[in-house]
């Protein structure tokens, strides 16, 4: 991938890092994004050795930071051959629990920074690109998190009406829907060590491969749909263990 060019978003932890990683050590050159700022400083650190990680802090929510981001990539890449949205906001909260300011967050986080990321970048993408959102696997759900899976749903939604907008240009959009992955935070921020200990043994029983995914596995994906995967278009691409594929869980 030495002539490659991608932005990932989201792209300083977990499954993102993990993508960006793939990225570099294939050859490719990577503008990678983060809102925390000390875990954008440790990205930085990590791929210090990679010259063709560029990394940029951004609020995927903030219109003026996206705008950044566009300029930031057209000045360093120039053209784009693969656009990864993966960042995204995980509260978990129940119905009762759910207050104006979360859920305006989470929407403008995982729908609306997605949405508008796109539209600010597909100027930059190469004709003949990709697209590839993450969105999450949806066909089993849990409580408390509605509001995180209803953005995640809108995210689905732009995806497809996307790939029959820029067919035009043959650029190819699809979903990328990860089930129980190992990371730092299960997706989850701000879980104690319990629960996240309990999420994961969670993930081991209701998926019916018998364990976690890794980022490993997840970035391998997502270089599929972006470069191998030529004739998809339009769908959502599950790794999950097939955890929502109706394949039931053995005991383990």
């Given at each position: ?18 993508i960006?990683?793939?990225?570099l050590?294939?050859?490719?050159e ?10 954008v400083e ?6 210090a ?10 609020d ?12 930031f990539?057209?000045d ?17 909260e129940p ?10 967050r ?11 990321t ?7 993408l ?20 509605s ?14 009406v ?13 979903s990328l ?23 994961e ?14 980022v ?9 749909l972006?470069?191998d ?6 769908t959502?691409?599950p790794v999950?263990g ?11």
């Amino acid at each position: 991938m030495s002539n490659k060019k991608a932005v990932v978003t989201g792209g300083t932890h977990g499954m993102g890092l993990a993508i960006v990683r793939a990225l570099l050590d294939r050859g490719a050159e990577v503008v990678l994004t983060g809102r925390d700022a000390a875990k954008v400083e440790a990205a930085r650190a990590e791929l210090a050795a990679f010259p063709g990680a560029h990394v940029l802090r951004s609020d995927a929510a903030d219109l003026d930071d996206i705008a950044e981001l566009a300029a930031f990539t057209g000045d360093t890449l120039g053209r784009v051959d693969a656009l990864f949205v993966n960042h995204g906001l995980a509260v978990l909260e129940p119905l009762d629990q759910v207050t104006e300011e979360t859920y305006d967050r989470s929407f403008a986080v995982n729908a609306k920074g997605s949405f508008f990321t796109v539209q600010r970048l597909a100027p930059l993408l190469a004709d003949g690109g990709a697209i590839v959102f993450t969105t999450v696997a949806n066909d089993l759900v849990f409580p408390g998190m509605s509001v995180y899976s209803g953005s995640k749903e809108a995210v689905r939604g732009f995806a497809q009406v996307l790939a029959a907008e820029l067919l035009p240009r043959r650029i190819r959009v699809n979903s990328l829907a990860p089930g129980f992955i190992r990371t730092p935070t299960m997706g989850v921020p701000g879980l104690t060590a319990e629960e996240r200990a309990a999420f994961e043994k969670q993930g081991e029983e209701l998926t019916p491969l018998g364990r976690n995914g890794t980022v490993e596995e997840v970035a391998a994906a997502a270089l599929f749909l972006a470069f191998d995967a030529t004739f998809t278009t339009g769908t959502e691409f599950p790794v999950d263990g097939g955890w929502g594929q109706g394949v039931p869980a053995a005991a383990h």
